[in-house]
């Protein structure tokens, strides 16, 4: 019931910011808590950030708190992730997430529909 695409993905420099939008169309977006994964070469998938369905709460990976801030605007179904000061260990293609309840989880199998990714890489 919802289709997510990525946007905002590219070629930065260490310590630069970067903000990746994904946009969702479908008719329950509103109650779905969202989530961002990040998947390098070689490597598994892993968690980034999640907020719950009504923005109240949110959860990072220890990698990335303090660095990254993951918001929503349910009026305009967009899921934002503000990164600061990037490290070239962020390098990876950024996956977005919905999960049909509204509580968040840190799990990839913990959500059911997922965005194509947008690249992210961050030069040393």
């Known amino acids: 019931q919802v289709q997510l695409v990525e946007s905002g993905g590219g070629l930065v420099q260490a310590g630069d910011s970067l903000r990746l939008s994904c946009a969702a169309s479908g008719r329950t977006f509103s109650s779905y808590a969202m989530g961002w994964f990040r998947q390098a070469p070689g490597k598994e998938r892993e968690f980034v950030a999640a907020i719950s369905w009504s923005g109240g709460s949110t959860y990072y990976a220890d990698s990335v708190k303090g660095r990254f801030t993951i918001s929503r605007d349910n009026a305009k179904k967009t899921v934002y992730l503000q990164m600061n000061s990037l490290k070239f260990e962020d390098t990876a293609v950024y996956y977005c997430?919905?999960?049909?309840?509204?509580?968040?989880?840190?799990?990839?199998?913990?959500?059911?529909?997922w965005g194509q990714g947008t690249q992210v890489t961050v030069s040393s």
């Open positions: 997430a919905s999960r049909r309840l509204g509580v968040v989880v840190r799990t990839a199998s913990g959500y059911d529909y």
